[in-house]
T-cell receptor
Framework: NAGVMQNPRHLVRRRGQEARLRCSPMKGHSHVYWYRQLPEEGLKFMVYLQKENIIDESGMPKERFSAEFPKEGPSILRIQQVVRGDSAAYFC????????????????FGPGTRLTVL | EDQVTQSPEALRLQEGESSSLNCSYTVSGLRGLFWYRQDPGKGPEFLFTLYSAGEEKEKERLKATLTKKESFLHITAPKPEDSATYLCAAQKTSYDKVIFGPGTSLSVIP
């Protein structure tokens, strides 16, 4: 049973370029979350999505950032015109409202994408 | 405002020296309280979910407990491989975002 997959694991972009981060949830999971983590800081919620719907994007900057979770394929976090302050680790998590090993709504995390903006 | 805090910020233990990590939450109508372990450069690894006050769960040297305002992660006779950052998180309802605490960085010295 594959866990949450994220790619790429490392991404280097120059200022002004676009970054696309991908997340494939665990099998059977329909809820996806994106978090950002800066060095020595905690996880900061960005956005919560279900298939074709954004449920809560209160943690996502209004400009340059967008997220989607299409009917088919992975969830995408897109950062346009990246700046140095976007450098961070971005984690994706998935969950199911149905009972599972950890109980309903337990989030399982991927390995993260480390974005470096030069 | 919904909030999750953790203490201490950092904890250094000798191998075999048992201790507890604290997680305090102010979340009305708690649906679930989660504990994770995070190693450097990796994603958080799920440990426990607690749903109601009085609930306890155990896994190897770890035991998590929950009250109406706090959760504790007890570490019994820790080993160096238990060194990691331990994260606590709370969720109000199934459609609410999960709020993470800042974590406790645990170092276990041989």
């Amino acid at each position: 049973n594959a866990g949450v997959m994220q790619n790429p694991r490392h991404l280097v972009r120059r200022r002004g370029q676009e970054a696309r981060l991908r997340c494939s949830p665990m099998k059977g999971h329909s809820h996806v979350y994106w978090y950002r983590q800066l060095p020595e800081e905690g996880l900061k919620f960005m956005v919560y999505l279900q298939k074709e719907n954004i449920i809560d994007e209160s943690g996502m900057p209004k400009e340059r950032f967008s997220a989607e979770f299409p009917k088919e394929g992975p969830s995408i976090l897109r950062i346009q015109q990246v700046v140095r302050g976007d450098s961070a680790a971005y984690f994706c998590a998935s969950s199911s409202p149905n009972p599972g090993q950890g109980g309903p709504d337990t989030q399982y995390f991927g390995p993260g994408t480390r974005l470096t903006v030069l | 405002e919904d909030q999750v805090t953790q203490s201490p910020e950092a904890l250094r233990l000798q191998e075999g020296e048992s201790s507890s990590l604290n997680c305090s939450y102010t979340v009305s109508g708690l649906r679930g309280l989660f504990w994770y372990r995070q190693d450097p450069g990796k994603g958080p690894e799920f440990l426990f979910t607690l749903y109601s006050a009085g609930e306890e769960k155990e896994k190897e040297r770890l035991k998590a407990t929950l009250t109406k305002k706090e959760s504790f992660l007890h570490i019994t006779a820790p080993k160096p491989e238990d060194s990691a950052t331990y994260l606590c998180a709370a969720q109000k309802t199934s459609y609410d975002k999960v709020i993470f605490g800042p974590g406790t960085s645990l170092s276990v010295i041989p």
